[in-house]
Nanobody
Framework: VQLQASGGGLVQAGDSLRLSCAVA????????AAWFRQTTDKSREFVAA????????RYADSVQGRFIISRDNAKNTVYLQMNSLKPEDTAVYYC??????????????????WGQGTEVTVSS
């Protein structure tokens, strides 16, 4: 399974941005997927996750109500719609995937496959 993240950029506070994670090698619907983010002085932080098959979603408290994770099975792609962006959302964003789902979905080492990062910068 290969993941390719894209869609990062430089935006202003309050703007929206949509990240994409194209999945190759397997049907994305059969995998749980997640977005993490990382700044230079912090470890990789959980942002959002979507469960395989039923598409149930989970969010970090810091993005709840502003970000939406979704999946397009036809395009084999996972998205992260980011609204009302804040400067503290500035980070490199990574998509990740694994077979199955369990309560450790917020842990980076829970995931088997990773895409390269895409950088998001939010100016104030």
């Amino acid at each position: 399974v290969q993941l390719q993240a894209s869609g990062g950029g430089l935006v202003q506070a309050g703007d929206s941005l949509r990240l994409s994670c194209a999945v190759a090698g397997r049907a994305v619907s059969g995998y749980s997927a997640a977005w993490f983010r990382q700044t230079t002085d912090k470890s990789r932080e959980f942002v959002a996750a979507i469960r395989e098959y039923n598409g149930a979603t989970r969010y970090a408290d810091s993005v709840q109500g502003r970000f939406i994770i979704s999946r397009d099975n036809a395009k084999n792609t996972v998205y992260l719609q980011m609204n009302s962006l804040k400067p503290e959302d500035t980070a490199v964003y990574y998509c990740a995937a694994r077979g199955g789902w369990n309560v450790q979905y917020t842990a980076a080492d829970h995931y088997t496959y990773w895409g390269q990062g895409t950088e998001v910068t939010v100016s104030s």
